[in-house]
């Protein structure tokens, strides 16, 4: 038990620290673990490659047709008598030729779309990063939290087990006795739910790195603090309203909308079809026809109005979804900055070794109890208090995290705003 004590007392200590205290290799090491190994990747690479793919198509010309004939011919003279008979075919082969430019155009769009696989890609990167550090402080909190909560269910526990080997005398001591058997009980209950979330956070990494549910992972004390704020509100604003993910997507679709407006409008054209012609005739006589052929549609009844006005629509649309998009980013990147302000001014408050002094009255509570000096309630409110204090404050910390997160996908931009740090065991 005290090996125990002093492993959770430097444990919180380490926590508490605000000034980096490791070397940044090893987060970075456990980060880099990510990358390589999570199978996400594979998909939205083989996005790009479909575009890649879709753009090599668009370059193409259509593939020539050919077309052929065969029959017999018979000749009559003016008396009505058969004057010959024989074979008679055609051939032809003709080459369809875009309208100048339809082909370009074609092209911009499918340019656009590997824009936009890559942009999901590089938005894949960045969110994965995030995840990973996040989670390997999840990880940390959560077993943080386990460790401190079975120890005060130990307490309890040990505690309920000395009072069922004394004999009541009276009523207070056993409404006492009553009252540490019942949180004893809702102690357990929390150790369990501790104990899940710990897992959970666990099969977390584990899903990130690609690894089986189950694998055990050690992890040492992270060292987590947090920086001001450098940039304005104004400041924030602007590079949200340009470098936000789903804004440059967006943006990325409007480009992509104003080619298929374009392609739309050259369509009204008809595509020219052109190529050689062979016929041949045996009837007596021998015929034999050698020359070219051009095919033109006329553009009468349909000069692809519907499609151009379908096009045009969509752009509107793409334009509208482009500014309700800034203005998200806009209203998200505000809120994010003053939770991060607000949680950061929080933090800025907290003694160091606030933590250590809970535990350290929670244990001298447990033991002056036993010996009469200290009441039930105050032994109970120091042990609840312990843990909540502990639950607050990783709690404010990936709150702190998420909010400084948040302004670093939303902004584009490293802030600065984290520093991070654990070792491998």
Same mark, same amino acid.
């Given at each position: ?23 940044? $290799?090893? @987060?970075? #090491? ?5 990358? &390589? ?9 083989? =996005? ?8 090599? $198509? ?22 009505? &008598?058969?004057?010959?008979?024989? =074979? ?9 030729? =875009? ?18 696989? /890559?942009?999901?890609? /590089? ?6 990063l995030v995840r990973a550090k996040a989670a390997l402080y999840h990880l940390f909190a959560a077993r943080e939290v386990e460790a401190a909560t079975l120890e005060v269910s130990g307490h309890f526990r040990a505690l309920k087990e000395v009072l ?32 899940? $979330? ?5 099969? %977390? ?6 690894? +089986?549910?189950?694998? #055990? ?10 920086? +001001?704020?450098?940039? !304005? *509100? !104004? ?17 990325? %679709? ?54 151009? !006005?379908?096009?045009?629509?969509? *752009?509107?649309?793409? =334009? ?9 980013? &806009?209203?998200? @990147? ?6 991060? %302000? ?13 933590? /250590? ?20 309630? @105050? ?45 491998? $065991?």
């Amino acid at each position: 038990m005290n090996k125990f004590i002093i492993y959770m007392r430097w444990s919180i200590f380490l926590v508490l620290v605000t000034t980096n205290a490791y070397a940044s $290799t090893a @987060v970075d #090491s456990l980060v880099n673990e990510v990358f &390589e190994k999570n199978p996400e990747f594979k998909f939205y690479q083989a =996005e790009i490659d479909a575009a890649k793919g879709s753009r090599t $198509t668009a370059g193409l010309w259509a593939n020539p047709e050919a077309s052929a004939s065969f029959g017999q011919k018979r000749v009559w003279n003016e008396e009505g &008598e058969l004057a010959g008979r024989g =074979e008679a075919f055609d051939l032809s082969i003709s080459q369809p030729i =875009e309208w100048p430019g339809r082909i370009g155009l074609r092209k911009a769009i499918a340019e656009r779309d590997i824009e936009l696989a /890559e942009l999901n890609l /590089e938005q894949f990167r960045a969110l994965l990063l995030v995840r990973a550090k996040a989670a390997l402080y999840h990880l940390f909190a959560a077993r943080e939290v386990e460790a401190a909560t079975l120890e005060v269910s130990g307490h309890f526990r040990a505690l309920k087990e000395v009072l069922a080997q004394r004999s009541p005398a009276g009523l207070t001591p056993l409404l006492e006795t009553r009252i540490i058997e019942a949180i004893e009980l809702n102690m357990q209950r929390k150790a369990t739910l501790a104990s899940l $979330t710990a897992q959970a956070a666990l099969n %977390e990494w584990n899903l990130l790195r690609g690894a +089986p549910t189950g694998t #055990s992972f050690s992890l040492s004390p992270i060292a987590l603090s947090f920086q +001001p704020l450098q940039k !304005d *509100k !104004d400041a924030l604003v602007s590079l949200a309203r340009s470098n936000d993910y789903a804004v440059r997507q967006h943006l990325i %679709e409007l480009k992509r909308q104003d080619f298929r407006v374009g392609l739309a409008q050259n369509e009204r054209l008809p595509a020219v079809s052109i190529g050689p012609v062979i016929s041949q005739e045996r009837a007596g006589d021998k015929e034999r026809v050698i020359g070219g052929a051009v095919s033109v549609p006329f553009p009468l009844w349909n000069l692809n109005q519907g499609n151009i !006005d379908t096009e045009r629509a969509r *752009k509107t649309q793409a =334009e509208v979804s482009l500014d309700l998009a800034k203005r998200d980013a &806009e209203r998200r @990147v505000v809120e994010a900055a003053l939770a991060y %302000e607000k949680k950061l001014k929080e933090i800025s408050t907290w003694k160091p070794e606030a933590i /250590e002094h809970f535990k350290e009255a929670a244990e001298l509570a447990d033991r002056h109890y036993r010996l009469g000096a200290v009441p039930v309630t @105050v032994y109970v409110e120091l042990q609840t208090q312990y843990l909540e204090a502990i639950q607050g404050l990783h709690d404010t910390r990936k709150e702190t995290l998420e909010a400084a997160t948040q302004l670093e996908i939303l902004t584009g931009e490293s802030l600065a705003l984290i520093n991070t740090d654990t070792e491998k $065991t």
